[in-house]
T-cell receptor, first 113, second 114 residues
Framework: AQSVSQHNHHVILSEAASLELGCNYSYGGTVNLFWYVQYPGQHLQLLLKYFSGDPLVKGIKGFEAEFIKSKFSFNLRKPSVQWSDTAEYFCAVNVPGGFKTIFGAGTRLFVKA | KAGVTQTPRYLIKTRGQQVTLSCSPISGHRSVSWYQQTPGQGLQFLFEYFSETQRNKGNFPGRFSGRQFSNSRSEMNVSTLELGDSALYLC?????????????FGPGTRLTVL
């Protein structure tokens, strides 16, 4: 069965610090990978996604993620966080044609102004 | 374009009762997925519908069921409620498939079981 692990449940950073959130998945075949974000009081929304091609994917608000197939990882990064990045971040995976998205438990990020 | 809407937004029920939650997808979207969100567990996949057909389901007991109507609106039902069913239930829609399309999430229905 597919599963997604997010290593950090809570992260606290100061503004301008660099961010890296870990995500590993378990599935041996082809997968589609996603990062979703939930800002306080808002709906979950897509941050970025990877289907194929360049393993370095750029998303909204300066976020990027790198797919490393050999490590089954899809880590999220941002060079310099802002207070407005305070949110909960979810990594997700699905199998093409599987119609079932598996989410990680989420990482709560708090950025101190 | 209006977003995904879910009704009701809040529900309080007692153990043993049943509940029906509703989801209206974005106009033109035919795929609807349901998730249960609880603190520390993230989002757990319940089921996905497309053109009134369930294409996949998660590992939930048979008390959890759903359906989709011809206008793509979807409902989920939980019978014989248990305390552990207290959660935020999220609905997400996409044009044809959550595997390849961006999912757009609704605000959720907060269910509390007493």
């Amino acid at each position: 069965a597919q599963s997604v692990s997010q290593h950090n449940h809570h992260v606290i950073l100061s503004e301008a610090a660099s961010l890296e959130l870990g995500c590993n998945y378990s599935y041996g075949g082809t997968v589609n990978l996603f990062w979703y974000v939930q800002y306080p009081g808002q709906h979950l929304q897509l941050l970025l996604k990877y289907f194929s091609g360049d393993p370095l994917v750029k998303g909204i608000k300066g976020f990027e993620a790198e797919f490393i197939k050999s490590k089954f990882s899809f880590n999220l990064r941002k060079p310099s966080v802002q207070w407005s990045d305070t949110a909960e971040y979810f990594c997700a995976v699905n199998v093409p044609g599987g119609f079932k998205t598996i989410f990680g438990a989420g990482t709560r990020l708090f950025v101190k102004a | 374009k209006a977003g995904v809407t879910q009704t009701p937004r809040y529900l309080i029920k007692t153990r043993g009762q049943q509940v029906t939650l509703s989801c209206s997808p974005i106009s033109g979207h035919r795929s609807v997925s349901w998730y249960q969100q609880t603190p520390g567990q993230g989002l757990q996949f319940l089921f996905e519908y497309f053109s009134e057909t369930q294409r996949n389901k998660g590992n939930f007991p048979g008390r959890f069921s759903g359906r989709q109507f011809s206008n793509s609106r979807s409902e989920m039902n939980v019978s014989t409620l248990e305390l552990g069913d207290s959660a935020l239930y999220l609905c997400a829609s996409s044009p044809t498939s959550p595997s390849t399309d961006t999912q757009y999430f609704g605000p959720g229905t907060r269910l509390t079981v007493l």
